[in-house]
């Protein structure tokens, strides 16, 4: 039997003691000694964004349960990104950490293993190259943000921005952009990529100064590596400042959080739904149905 950590696991145990090293240290450990409660609400509210207080709920639920073949892959991709942050790159290794971690991703059939073990060293290659060819100079990885963006919305509420990029970059303008690495099979087209939600979210992030006061953005990139293409599939998205209406990002936020803060939410057909966790008891199935009076 095999004890060892899994991909996630891993992945799992690597942030928790990154954020052990940050927040546990001895002063801090002794204020909550003495605190009556015992306990710290900032300390809650970050492990609840790391997801951990969902881990063992399934996703329909609102939790995180336990990744996918593919999103195992794809995970593992993303932990061989992280090592591929430390300058010189020891490819020896990273190769040998995929390959040492990939049997502990559980496939659904016993033929899918092969085809997916080559598709992630595949992976690793396209990564490696186009870290070799990027002229931009890496500012961090794997980076958490949280920034109260400019305006309110109808409601008169203020939007909470927050998420997780996986490279910041600094580019020769000295702007800021946002990398996000994807492992699925299909690269979205440049014209998806150009008017992309997410990456302009990031893109709003940074003009917000969640990665520092008065930075600008320079644009965001997609790299797509899970394709069966050579190289890396790489669509930018241009830099908001540029844009004929350089607000367009923050009004796309805007709108989406006017949604989600709305008492009601139109389900509408979208390119999520053919794997959306909730999707058998969505209207759009045909199957869910108001559980509401009107
Ligand atoms: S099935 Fe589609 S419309 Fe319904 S919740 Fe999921 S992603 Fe949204």
């Not at 389900?267 to 509401?292: E, F, I, M, W």
């Amino acid at each position: 039997m095999d004890f060892s950590f899994s991909s996630d696991q891993q992945l799992l145990k690597n942030s928790a003691r990154a954020f052990l090293d940050e927040h546990c240290k001895p002063a801090a450990v002794r204020l909550l000694w003495d605190d009556p409660r015992g306990e710290s609400d900032t300390m809650w509210k970050e492990m609840a964004q790391l997801g951990w207080l969902g881990l063992s709920l399934p996703e329909r639920h609102g939790g995180s349960e336990p990744a996918s073949a593919k999103q195992g892959v794809g995970n593992l991709v993303h932990d061989a990104a992280r090592m591929a942050s430390q300058q010189p790159i020891d490819v020896a290794a990273l190769r040998e950490h995929v390959l040492s971690h990939f049997d502990t991703i559980e496939m659904p059939a016993a033929w899918l293993a092969e085809r997916e073990r080559t598709r992630a060293v595949a992976m690793i290659d396209k990564l490696l190259q186009w870290i070799a060819a990027n002229p931009r100079g890496l500012v961090d990885v794997e980076l958490a943000f949280e920034r109260e963006l400019a305006g309110e919305i109808e409601t008169g509420q203020r939007v909470l921005l927050g998420g997780r990029v996986d490279r910041l970059e600094l580019d020769d303008r000295g702007r800021l952009v946002v990398v996000d690495l994807k492992t699925g099979a299909q690269a979205p087209s440049a014209k998806d990529v150009a008017e992309h939600a997410q990456l302009a979210a990031y893109q709003v992030a940074v003009e917000a100064g969640a990665f520092g006061e008065g930075c600008q953005a320079g644009g965001a990139e997609i790299v797509a590596l899970g394709t069966t293409k050579d190289d890396a599939a790489v669509r930018g998205q241009a830099a908001l400042a540029e844009a004929a209406d350089p607000s367009w990002g923050l009004a796309l936020v805007h709108r989406a959080a006017s949604a989600m803060a709305a008492s009601a939410f139109t389900a509408l057909v979208n390119d999520g739904c053919g794997y959306c966790a909730v999707r058998t008891s969505c209207p759009v199935s045909g199957k869910g149905r108001q559980v509401t009076d009107e």
